[in-house]
């Protein structure tokens, strides 16, 4: 990426006496100095920012762009709170303005998958990646595609993230020197490939699904399960048999390993036992 950050940095110097140009400079690039391995001259062009006044657009842009850095330390308790809010600036501002702002959602997608928001990840990385795809070859539709391929993997639909790191990859070699992005990249296609190794029988976890296998690694009965989750037992237990056949299990306990193999969201067992099925 040297001749985006060559191009944002000359921007950079040429409008020091500018402060609200480089305020609307800052994020992008942040950005491009975080793909090209430079996470500490990201930090130090976007992190004064933080705490000054700007426009909405702008402001959500200087948020996304944090937690997108924070995801990558990682720190989580920053990461949730800036994705938390840049998502309710982008509520507020709404589809009129959702072009320019892609590579925002983009960012509070993949913070929000990091956090443990699946998913906020969800509905924004579709707005992300709908934008992005607008500019295909461009540096926020590689990190739209990686962004899907993260989730993607993160609901357990290995073929759709590998898919998407192949056109990620594709789309990369266009772009000069973004070498940590290529090393991202690298990291997300080794965790699918051994998820590959392991595969889900049958189609991927509904959402549904996905709410109440979260809940699987706790001491909750089926009952109170569906008090938490404003579902009836029947429901609880329906899906209950679906995530066992996807898993190829019989039990709750196996089904809460079955899911840890597969990098699945099941709550944290150190502190909970799995006492009924």
């Known amino acids: 990426m040297p001749l985006a950050v060559e191009v944002g940095g000359a921007a950079w110097q040429r409008h020091a006496a500018r402060p609200e140009v480089r305020s609307t400079l800052a994020a992008p690039l942040a950005l491009a100095r975080w793909c090209a391995g430079d996470a500490s001259g990201a930090r130090r062009v976007l992190e004064p920012w933080a705490s000054v006044a700007q426009p909405p657009v702008t ?31 982008l509520e507020e501002l709404g589809p009129a303005t959702a072009p320019e702002l892609a590579t925002a959602a983009v960012a509070v997608a993949h913070a929000q998958l990091v ?22 070859g461009s540096l926020g539709h590689v990190l739209a595609l990686a962004v899907d391929a993260e989730v993607a993997f993160a609901r357990a639909d290995c ?10 990859r594709e789309a990369a070699q266009r772009l000069v020197g973004a070498d940590e992005l290529r090393a991202w ?5 080794a965790d699918v490939a051994r998820r590959a190794g392991d595969p889900l029988l049958g189609s991927p976890p509904s959402d549904a699904e996905l709410r ?3 809940l699987l690694d706790s001491d909750l009965s089926w ?5 938490e989750l404003y579902l009836t ?10 995530i066992y056949r996807r898993l190829g299990v019989r039990a709750r306990g196996d089904a809460v390993r079955a899911a840890r193999r597969r990098d699945l969201p099941v709550g944290d067992g150190a502190s909970r036992t799995c006492a009924r099925r």
């Open 59 to 89: 402001r959500a842009w200087t948020l996304a762009a944090l937690a997108f850095l924070a995801a990558h330390e990682p720190s989580v308790e920053r990461c949730s709170r800036h994705a938390s809010e840049a998502a309710s600036l």
């Open 115 to 136: 956090a443990g928001d699946l998913t906020g990840a969800v509905r924004w990385i579709a707005d992300g990646l709908a934008g992005e795809e607008r500019r295909p």
């Open 159 to 168: 073929r759709r993230a590998l898919d998407q790191i192949r056109r990620a």
């Open 185 to 189: 990249l690298d990291r997300i296609e």
């Open 212 to 214: 109440v296998l979260r």
């Open 223 to 227: 009952a109170e399960i569906a008090d």
């Open 233 to 242: 037992r029947n429901t609880v237990k329906s899906h209950v048999r679906r």
